[in-house]
């Protein structure tokens, strides 16, 4: 199986996106809801809570595991990458979304200005603005951190009256850093459920760009690439899930996000 991991309930839409553009393939989520959010957390605890996660994923068999969340890739996908899996099993691959993303969103300027929108884990990582000047020096990049998002959005309040002010403010903050930004990314896996507020916030002509699409055509990409990986991964079509935390809390939750009935079950790490 293809390993999706977050923190929580945001991965769920790429894994919405990768099933939709790669539906033959057998998946199987983890939402580590129990330690969630970790957007606020030190790199050492995101990284210590994630190699937890992936190894859990390899446990149940999965040859590759996506961090589809944007903190586990700022902080810690390298370390696990150049670090751990030479222990583990170097034939396994952990990938994670800040580096699909960062390869094309310079195509979708055309002032080669843009904004970030992000949780402050990833904000402060500065991950983005390193990655994306690797393959658009060029381009300038503005970021705004958004630490209100997520709760509101686990809390089911990003529907409400209350989330456009939280929306309108940091929309604005990043917005006034520069009026060239013609495209504002969203760099957290949750957003994309505040999506219509945020372009309502940003004004018309703001091109706004969520993660799972270009995620899953990197993975497509990917698996063409790599066969010794793409020959290992099981083709029935399955999808499970698990989370760390309550199943029942998670499966009410997890329809948002998912766009389907999620049937989930718990388990320890």
């Given amino acids: 199986m293809i390993g999706v991991f977050d ?60 961090l589809a969340c944007n903190t586990a890739s700022a902080k810690a996908l390298r370390s696990i ?45 500065k991950s983005y603005p390193i990655e994306i000047g690797k393959f ?8 705004q951190a958004c630490p209100m998002w997520v709760p509101l959005i686990e809390n089911n309040e990003h529907l409400t009256e209350g989330a456009d002010f939280f929306v309108r403010r940091c929309v604005k903050a990043l917005m006034d850093q520069s009026p060239k930004i013609d495209t504002v990314l969203l760099a957290c896996t949750h957003y994309p459920l505040l999506q219509e507020k945020i372009a309502a ?32 991964l099981e083709k029935n079509g399955s999808r499970a899930f698990f989370t760390t935390d309550s199943s029942e809390e998670f499966d009410k939750q997890a329809t948002t996000f998912y766009g389907s009935t999620v049937k989930s079950k718990h388990t320890k790490l």
């Fill in 201 to 232: 916030a940003a004004g018309a002509g703001i091109r706004i760009v969520n993660q799972g699409d270009i995620v899953a055509e990197s993975l497509a990409d990917y698996l063409q690439r790599h066969p010794e990986i793409e020959q290992k």
């Fill in 7 to 66: 923190s929580g309930y945001g991965g769920l839409t790429v894994l919405r996106a990768l099933v939709n553009k790669l539906p033959g393939y057998d998946y199987i989520y983890l939402g580590d809801n129990a330690r969630a959010p970790y957007g606020t957390r030190s790199f050492e605890t995101v990284y210590e809570y994630t190699l937890e996660s992936v190894k859990w994923l390899f446990s149940q068999g999965c040859p590759l595991v996506i």
């Fill in 81 to 125: 990458q150049q670090k751990d899996l030479a222990h583990i099993d170097p034939s396994r691959r952990v990938l994670g979304v800040i580096r699909p993303t960062t390869e094309v969103i310079g195509n979708y300027s055309s002032t080669g200005e843009i904004g970030i929108l992000a949780t402050p884990g990833t904000v402060n990582s």
């Fill in 136 to 143: 658009f020096p060029a381009l300038k990049v503005f970021q």
